[in-house]
């Protein structure tokens, strides 16, 4: 299938096939259709088997799962009728299931499908397989309740319901296996056409049941004003951009900083900048090849200089903060602990620990893509460090369905470039998880992380993330390279889109321009 290379090539597919911006609404109930820029084509649109942010962004608009967060990330329900009981040990959640919920192939939810979807994600999903071991079982009391009992209490068991990445989402029992037999989920928009590499595209679904609370980010009403979304995947960031400035797009996401200004000039379009969004890391191997030598890993993160690295993906210091604490000031995980490790920013350093390794010029095999321009940009400023320390380095740039995928067999990499948006639960970020294509396994870390995942006193809880963060940096597990803000263009007549790390359209509409 083509890739869109070119603004040109972009917009004859636009032309044949998504209705123009012009597509207004003819009133609230129905919004015409829009077109998303997305930063490529997802690798899977099962979200269970992924934590790329391209498949969150497409999947939940037509899969849910039973909580959700809102504005302020709390957890509330979606598909549960409510917040749990939960026992006084912790132990045992008793989940109510909404009545009345229509799958997109016209069969009825009830608490069997709920089961059976969240076994599959306990097998299958990242974020499941690392709570598995403390489920004792998962099992339908009735019709419409769900019982989920645990072997040890587990504080951040609702957030990891609630996350849309590597997400618990529900589907019918006879869609799911390893790999699920249909695209049908409960969600607003239901899958119409998904053509690999030119777009996927979503309509209403006439049967959607919404909550009746007041929308909050992704909790309460749903809306379906839109008739159809299109998402359009364009690898190449400058045909976002210029698609975008055109009016190709209703929305591009995942654009370079260097855009904004030229976004702000444009009539078409203008600019989002979400602050803070998240961070770049360089994720490292732990389970086989070079980096798991902890010497090793300690000379990378000596040798890596985060100032230069930041300059040169974003351009401008309003768009990124060199800062080493793994959430923002203000946050209420935010600590400073280990921090002294942060940027060293010094090869000489890192040479004296290659040679108590005893390196011996084995290439350093780093992951990174295009598609993500400030991954690359960061990579290139790294390989000069890294080589400055005496590595040899072997850069693979490659498209991101094809990274996602080779990360996941760890023979193919030492380092791969990702980045995560600030998340509520320091349990949502999988690296942490002995379980996760990192690998971080370390009996001392495996005592703290239980801890903090099994108890509920946030000033605990607290403390003891500060213990992880300060051995995440003596042990050099992986490395956080700053905070940055995350840019996207938006039709000026497109309202009701949150700013949000994975935008959603429940909710939006298309306004009619002045006569």
Do not use: C
Not at 43 to 67: A, G, N, R
Not at 294 to 323: C, H, I, S, T, W
């Amino acid at each position: 299938m083509p890739r869109f290379k070119t603004l040109a090539s972009l917009t004859a597919l636009l032309a044949a096939t998504v209705l123009p911006q012009s597509a207004m609404a003819q009133d609230e109930e129905s919004g015409g259709v829009i077109s998303v820029a997305i930063i490529g084509e997802p690798p899977t649109l099962d979200p269970v088997l992924s934590t790329t942010d391209v498949v969150s962004i497409v999947t939940q608009h037509f899969f849910e799962t039973l909580y959700t967060f809102d504005s302020e990330w709390n957890v509330r329900p979606l598909l549960a009728t409510d917040m749990p009981e939960i026992s006084d040990d912790g132990k045992t959640y008793v989940i109510g299931i909404r009545e009345g919920i229509t799958f997109h192939d016209g069969s009825t939810m009830d608490a069997h499908d709920v089961v059976d979807s969240l076994v599959r994600w306990t097998e299958l999903a990242t974020r499941g397989k690392g709570v598995a071991e403390k489920i004792d079982s998962i099992e339908a009391v009735d019709d419409f309740t769900v019982q989920i009992s645990l072997n040890t209490p587990y504080s951040p068991l609702l957030s990891l319901l609630a996350f849309s990445n590597s997400a618990a989402i529900v589907v019918p029992q006879e869609v799911i296996g390893d790999e699920l037999s249909a695209i049908v989920g409960t969600g607003p928009y239901e899958l119409i056409e998904h053509a690999p590499d030119q777009y996927i595209q979503v309509g209403r679904f006439d049967e959607y049941v919404s909550r009746t609370e007041p929308a909050d980010a992704a909790f309460g009403q749903r809306h379906q004003y839109l008739d159809e979304i299109r998402f359009i995947p364009v690898p190449d960031s400058n045909t976002r951009i210029e698609g975008a400035v055109a009016g190709q797009f209703d929305y591009a996401d995942g654009l370079p900083n260097e855009s904004y200004s030229r976004l702000e000039e444009s009539e078409n379009v203008e600019p989002v900048l979400l602050e803070p969004f998240g961070w770049p890391v360089f994720a490292f191997n732990l389970k086989q090849g070079l980096m798991t030598d902890p010497l090793v890993r300690q000379a990378v993160q000596a040798a890596l200089n985060p100032d230069d690295m930041l300059l040169a993906a974003f351009g401008e210091d309003r768009f990124f903060k060199v800062a080493g604490a793994m959430f923002p000031e203000g946050h209420v995980w935010h600590n400073t602990a280990g921090v002294e490790l942060y940027n060293q920013a010094d090869p000489a350093r890192a040479a004296e620990l290659l040679e108590q390794a005893g390196y011996d010029d084995t290439p350093l095999r780093i992951l990174t893509s295009h598609q993500y321009d400030f991954h690359f940009k960061m990579a290139e400023v790294a390989k000069v460090y890294l080589e400055q320390a005496g590595f040899t380095v072997d850069m693979q740039v490659t498209d991101w369905a094809t990274l996602s995928e080779r990360r996941n067999n760890p023979e193919l990499w030492d380092i791969y470039i990702t980045h995560s948006p600030f998340l509520p639960e320091p349990a949502l970020t999988s690296m942490y998880d002995s379980t996760s294509r990192v690998g971080w396994d370390d009996p001392e870390k495996e005592e703290v992380w239980t801890q903090l995942n099994s108890v509920t006193d946030l000033e605990q809880r607290q403390a003891l993330f500060a213990e992880l963060q300060g051995l995440l940096y003596e042990q050099a597990a992986f490395y956080k390279v700053g905070n940055f803000n995350a840019v996207s263009a938006r039709n000026p007549a497109l309202t009701g889109v949150p700013e949000t790390p994975w935008p959603f359209f429940w909710n939006a509409q298309i306004e009619e321009p002045a006569q």
